[in-house]
Nanobody, 122 residues
Framework: QVQLVESGGGLVQAGGSLRLSCAAS????????MGWFRQAPGKERQFVAA????????YYADSVKGRFTISRDNAKNTVYLQMNSLKPEDTAVYYC???????????????WGQGTQVTVSS
C-alpha cells in the first residue's frame, strides 16, 4: 500500500505563491505517474497537473498552465506543485494522487492523499 501525505497549503493573497509537497511512503512511487487534483466547495474534483515517472512528460489543466509547475524527486519519493500568480479561483483542497499504471488516465489513480487546503484571498 502507498500512503500519500500533502503539506504546504495555507492562506495567501492573490498574486502570491505556494509550494505543495506530497510525500509517499509504504512503497516507492518512482514508476508511478503522480498527479495533483483539487476540489473547491460545491464543485467536483478536477485535474490540475501530472508528471510521469521519467520526469520527461508533464501535463497541465489549461487553467493553471504557465502558473503552476509539477516536479518530483524520485530519490525522496516526493512530488511537488509550485503555484505562482495565484488567483482566488485557485482556492480549493489540493490532493496528491498516484497512478501505478503510469498513464494519465484519471480512473487509474489508485492512491490519494487526504488533501491540503489552499485559500487565495483577493
Amino acid at each position: 500500500q502507498v500512503q500519500l501525505v500533502e503539506s504546504g497549503g495555507g492562506l495567501v493573497q492573490a498574486g502570491g505563491s505556494l509550494r505543495l509537497s506530497c510525500a509517499a511512503s509504504g512503497r516507492t512511487v518512482s514508476r508511478y505517474t503522480m498527479g495533483w487534483f483539487r476540489q473547491a466547495p460545491g464543485k467536483e474534483r478536477q485535474f490540475v497537473a501530472a508528471i510521469n515517472w521519467s520526469i520527461r512528460s508533464t501535463y497541465y489543466a489549461d487553467s493553471v498552465k504557465g502558473r503552476f509547475t509539477i516536479s518530483r524527486d524520485n530519490a525522496k519519493n516526493t512530488v511537488y506543485l509550485q503555484m505562482n500568480s495565484l488567483k482566488p479561483e485557485d482556492t480549493a483542497v489540493y490532493y496528491c494522487a498516484g497512478n501505478p499504471l503510469g498513464s494519465y488516465y484519471i480512473p487509474d489513480y489508485d492512491y490519494w492523499g487526504q488533501g491540503t487546503q489552499v485559500t487565495v484571498s483577493s
